[in-house]
């Protein structure tokens, strides 16, 4: 009977946990609906300015520009993009071996500083001597995701565009998971400065009309552009998310059911036998005493 027991307790354990599971996977959801919506209304007006800000900045010389200016790669920003939390399957182990790689080999050598935002990238490398002392004009790493607006983000973009145009940094990289669908996300290792120029594909300038002048545009786009990239890799991280943990709790769930299932069907046949057994010590006591 006490196997009986421990069986039973095991069935209660996994239901409990079933019930948990199934919740997460409705709140990861409801959630990953918003979060859609959102990546994808913002990413075809990103992708756009993206385009003319890469058409319009290879026009321009570094006086005009300093934000294209290549310098001798010593100093790499890496900014990290990760949840507060974890149960999304690989989504956090992703990014820290996309940053891994980047440290080991393509940055090799440099000096490299993460500047984390969410808590799981934070806690991966705390101890590994890449996370960057943070400035006091920055929040907590997991506080953008508790206030996710584009003058947050702003926040963030404008500490990495200042540590450029000061040549603390020669280059900075947005490591991220850019949103495919629920069950599918795509590391991505994005550079964001310096800014790269257009394919050569001719004079692209000459589809604009720069009104009133092309200097004063592209002295107010340029900064917006680069904030706007930022912020469309942090709202498609939190997509990403959403999605992965979704899947996560969909597979836990499922998992968790053909458990239970093995599970009954032990506890049925073990009690059938315990039955069993009870009856023939009754039997056989019955004939010991007719005997």
Not at 117 to 143: C, Q, T, W, Y
Not at 273 to 290: F, R
């Amino acid at each position: 009977m006490a196997n009986l027991k421990e069986i039973k307790n095991r069935i209660t354990s996994i239901s409990s946990t079933m019930q948990i599971t199934q919740a997460m996977k409705m709140v990861s959801a409801a959630k990953l609906k918003r979060a859609q919506d959102a990546i994808t209304q913002l990413r075809p007006y990103a992708e756009k300015m993206q385009d003319i800000l890469s058409n319009v900045s290879s026009t321009l010389d570094l006086s005009e520009n300093r934000y294209a200016e290549e310098r001798d790669v010593e100093n790499v920003l890496v900014i990290g993009v990760s949840s507060n939390r974890g149960l999304c399957g690989g989504f956090n182990n992703n990014i820290k071996k996309r940053i891994t790689t980047l440290i080991n080999e393509e940055y090799k050598g440099k000096n490299v500083e993460i500047l984390s935002i969410g808590k799981k990238v934070n806690d991966a490398f705390k101890n590994g001597g890449h996370l960057m002392s943070r400035p006091d004009e920055l929040s907590a790493p997991e506080a953008i995701f508790n206030d996710l607006t584009f003058e947050h983000v702003s926040e963030y973009a404008t500490f990495a565009m200042e540590r450029f145009l000061e040549a603390k940094y020669d280059k900075v990289v947005i490591v991220y998971n850019e949103f495919k669908n629920a069950a599918s996300q795509i590391i991505r290792a994005e550079q964001m400065l310096p800014i790269k120029p257009a394919a050569d594909e001719g004079d692209t300038t000459s589809d604009y009309i720069f009104e009133p002048s092309k200097l004063e545009i592209v002295r107010d786009i340029i900064p917006k552009t680069l904030k706007l990239q930022l912020f469309k890799a942090i709202l498609d991280s939190y997509a990403s998310e959403h999605g992965a943990r979704m899947t996560a709790m969909h597979k836990a769930t499922d998992n968790a059911s053909e458990l239970k299932k093995d599970l009954t069907l032990e506890y049925n046949k073990a009690r059938q036998a315990s039955i069993t057994n009870e009856i023939l010590e009754i039997v056989g006591g019955a004939e010991a005493l007719n005997g």
